[in-house]
């Protein structure tokens, strides 16, 4: 949906993480923004909340950059080979590409439920090994990696500023390998307890799953996956990576190593990381039960934008605490929007007043923007919302239909970048229709409005039994407009 006239560009403001300061946001290509996404491994358990939140917040920055009116191009890459899902596919009596396949159509499902806008690109590492291999074997003729028993790896040696995103020297924490992703290569292979594979040899137990290219009989690395496809797809230099903090040390620090090795440019302009999602003040557990999926919460009965909204409430640096007590605080405070529309499609009224419905809009977005420009703070951003929500129904006597419309059209604008408000009204209007005709109420509504307009009050009374006994509610309004709600919501 086209926006109102917006801020600046300039005016944005972000938190870098390689700085770690905020920054003015100015883009490789002016008018266009690159975004790359940490993706996926599609194995078993691919995307439970916490994944979730990164990608609901890397779809808020991808729409509020559309809203300002920039081109995007986002990638969020597909790893469909590693540790466990070659573990879980041979379990299963299946192939990879199978059972890679079958997880990924379901994360393409969930983005889907979550209203997350489709990527640009949903790269699978296996359709690119040859590009892997081939930067593999550059990073060798650049002197940066070396071979050891079939295997390749990374000498962070040679890189002068290695662990910059994170200020690290040499730390005990460079001696972590990649989080369990090749878990049981052995740490004598390296010249350096540091040094980090990128071409793994293949063993008897991975089975069927190898490649047999130049650099011998085996699968890619966590950390050059990304380094590769994400400059394949979006230029040596990529306007924002986003990602969890998690994810800093070490698979963002080696990206950055093997991907400014090769081009010898800065790799990612504008670093930006959430924090973690908490469960009730802790870590997500299975054996507390706390550890949930999309599927969990939609089996309570609670509509997907009501998880995005939860997800993008927290500022997305702060670690974002799941309650279920915030899930109804959320539903609630969606449901004063709804009720806000579902006032606005009802309005009749057509009399001109002196009302400056545009000089509220105008106010709205900019005290909008003003807050998603503060390093995407979306609870200030959000509170111009409800603010501008308040204004408007102190003009409920004298709006007209035409200022309703206006005001209407703004918040769905508004909603091309939240993302949670036009699939809950719909979905609402659709569970209130369905009420109406199961109970053949459609008439009744008419002819109680008609007998309002025509001042017969005992007979709209009567009819209104009927219409709150089939657990619908009417509000009225002096213009004679009337909307209806679900008596539950």
């Known amino acids: 949906m086209k926006t109102v006239s917006n801020s600046p560009k300039e005016s944005l403001k972000l938190y870098n993480t390689l700085s770690k300061e905020i920054e003015g946001f100015e883009p490789v290509t002016p008018g266009k923004v690159t975004i790359y996404n940490c993706g996926p491994t599609v194995h078993k358990v691919h995307t439970q909340i916490g994944n979730l939140r990164s990608y609901t917040f890397s779809d808020l920055v991808k729409r509020y950059f559309t809203y300002l009116g920039y081109e995007t191009e986002h990638v969020i890459k597909i790893t469909d080979v590693d540790d466990h899902t070659i573990a879980e596919s041979a379990a299963e009596g299946i192939p990879l590409k199978e059972y890679t396949q079958k997880n990924f159509d379901d994360f393409v499902k969930q983005i889907g439920i979550l209203n997350l806008i489709r990527p640009t690109y949903l790269p699978k590492v296996t359709d690119h090994v040859d590009d892997i291999v081939k930067d593999i074997k550059k990073l060798k003729e650049l002197g940066y990696a070396y071979e050891s028993n079939g295997s390749t790896y990374f000498s962070i040696n040679k890189v002068e500023n290695y662990g910059q995103l994170i200020n690290l020297e040499r730390q005990e924490a460079l001696k972590k390998n990649a989080q369990g992703r090749m878990e049981d290569f052995s740490m004598e292979e390296k010249e350096n307890t540091n040094d980090f594979c990128l071409w793994k040899a293949w063993t008897p137990e991975e089975g069927k799953v190898f490649w047999d290219t130049e650099l011998g009989k085996g699968r890619p690395g966590w950390h050059v996956e990304c380094s590769v496809i994400s400059r394949k797809y979006l230029g040596e230099t990529v306007d924002i990576h986003i990602g969890g903090i998690s994810h800093i040390f070490p698979h963002h620090t080696n990206e950055i190593a093997i991907s400014e090795a090769i081009t010898h440019r800065r790799f990612v302009n504008y670093w930006l990381h959430h924090d973690y999602l908490i469960v009730e003040g802790k870590k997500m557990s299975k054996e507390d039960g706390t550890f949930y999926t999309l599927n969990d919460v939609l089996s309570r009965g609670y509509h997907p934008s009501v998880l995005r909204y939860v997800l993008l409430k927290t500022h997305y640096r702060q670690p974002l605490n799941?309650?279920?007590?915030?899930?109804?605080?959320?539903?609630?405070?969606?449901?004063?929007?709804?009720?806000?529309?579902?006032?606005?499609?009802?309005?009749?009224?057509?009399?001109?007043?002196?009302?400056?419905?545009?000089?509220?809009?105008?106010?709205?977005?900019?005290?909008?923007?003003?807050?998603?420009?503060?390093?995407?703070?979306?609870?200030?951003?959000?509170?111009?919302?409800?603010?501008?929500?308040?204004?408007?129904?102190?003009?409920?006597?004298?709006?007209?239909?035409?200022?309703?419309?206006?005001?209407?059209?703004?918040?769905?604008?508004?909603?091309?970048?939240?993302?949670?408000?036009?699939?809950?009204?719909?979905?609402?209007?659709?569970?209130?229709?369905?009420?109406?005709?199961?109970?053949?109420?459609?008439?009744?509504?008419?002819?109680?409005?008609?007998?309002?307009?025509?001042?017969?009050?005992?007979?709209?009374?009567?009819?209104?039994?009927?219409?709150?006994?089939?657990?619908?509610?009417?509000?009225?309004?002096?213009?004679?407009?009337?909307?209806?709600?679900?008596?539950?919501?």
Do not use: H
């Not at 009302?355 to 005290?367: A, F, G, L, M, R």
């Open 322 to 489: 799941f309650t279920w007590r915030a899930m109804e605080e959320v539903k609630t405070a969606l449901a004063k929007i709804i009720r806000f529309l579902l006032w606005l499609d009802g309005v009749k009224n057509e009399k001109e007043n002196k009302y400056s419905v545009s000089t509220d809009i105008k106010t709205c977005n900019e005290d909008f923007m003003k807050g998603m420009n503060n390093d995407l703070n979306f609870s200030e951003a959000m509170g111009s919302i409800f603010d501008f929500i308040s204004n408007v129904n102190k003009q409920g006597e004298i709006i007209n239909q035409k200022q309703a419309k206006e005001v209407y059209d703004f918040i769905m604008s508004i909603d091309s970048v939240l993302g949670f408000v036009d699939p809950a009204y719909k979905d609402y209007i659709q569970r209130l229709d369905k009420l109406i005709g199961a109970n053949e109420l459609k008439s009744v509504i008419s002819k109680r409005l008609k007998a309002r307009e025509d001042k017969e009050f005992n007979l709209a009374d009567e009819l209104g039994k009927q219409i709150t006994a089939a657990g619908i509610r009417y509000t009225d309004s002096k213009d004679g407009s009337s909307y209806l709600e679900i008596a539950e919501s």
